[in-house]
Nanobody, 121 residues
């Protein structure tokens, strides 16, 4: 089992930046971020492989969000810049022991509890 704990969410204004962190209880290979806005399905945000050589972003966040990881700390980060009200959601960290760096939620076995990000206009 792997426990994932997210942190860093909060209330910001449009155009602001925010960094989320997700600490894993032990090594995981692929790590990802998903988000779920009220009344909507959970959607893929970005993912990163163990080495960082494979990274995928959802089109709407590419160029504004950056995923990175510190394997010595078993931690993945999500740097979010130029935030928009439509980025408001609960952000979930996910992990898997494959190195596929998948973009679908069903590919991930481990999930965090989520952290709320609210962007006001």
């Amino acid at each position: 089992q792997v426990q994932l704990v997210e942190s860093g969410g909060g209330l910001v204004q449009a155009g602001d930046s925010l960094t989320l962190s997700c600490a894993a209880s032990r090594r995981t290979n692929t790590m990802a971020w998903f988000r779920q806005a009220p009344g909507k399905e959970r959607e893929f945000v970005c993912t990163i492989s163990w080495s960082g050589s494979i990274i995928h972003y959802q089109d709407s966040v590419e160029g504004r969000f950056t995923i990175s990881r510190d394997n010595a700390k078993n931690t993945v980060y999500l740097q979010m810049n130029s935030l928009k009200p439509e980025d408001t959601a609960v952000y979930y960290c996910a992990a898997d022991q494959t190195n596929v760096a998948a973009t679908t939620s069903r590919s991930y076995v481990y999930w965090g509890q989520g952290t709320q990000v609210t962007v006001s206009s």
